[in-house]
């Protein structure tokens, strides 16, 4: 199993990024994949989650209504669009997968690499 982020970098605060996930070595649509973000001196923290199908997403609440996540099973990728950044969005972003529902993503025990994502004027 391999998992890919991309897309961080530096952005104002009000300002939009979109983080890719490219996923391989499993069967893509059966598995539920999630976004983890931790910021410097903090945990790790689920920000959030969607189903294989793409018809069930979940959200921390400090992100909701900020944060979309959406799924291309063609494609093998998963996607964060955030919206109207704020400088405590500022964190290395983390997508993880390996269970069939977002109910255990806190157990799913492959982690792909970072993306880092500031948020600074």
């Known amino acids: 199993v391999q998992l890919q982020a991309s897309g961080g970098g530096l952005v104002q605060p009000g300002g939009s990024l979109r983080l890719s996930c490219v996923a391989s070595?499993?069967?893509?649509?059966?598995?539920?994949v999630a976004w983890f973000r931790q910021a410097p001196g903090k945990g790790r923290e689920r920000v959030s989650c969607?189903?294989?199908?793409?018809?069930?997403?979940s959200y921390a609440d400090s992100v909701k209504g900020r944060f979309s996540v959406s799924r291309d099973n063609a494609k093998n990728t998963v996607y964060l669009q955030m919206d109207s950044l704020k400088s405590e969005d500022t964190a290395v972003y983390y997508c993880?997968?390996?269970?069939?529902?977002?109910?255990?993503?806190?157990?799913?025990?492959?982690w792909g690499r970072g993306t880092q994502v500031t948020v600074s004027s």
């Open positions: 070595g499993f069967t893509f649509d059966a598995y539920a």
């Open positions: 969607v189903s294989g199908s793409g018809g069930s997403t």
């Open positions: 993880r997968t390996g269970g069939s529902v977002c109910s255990i993503a806190d157990l799913f025990p492959y």
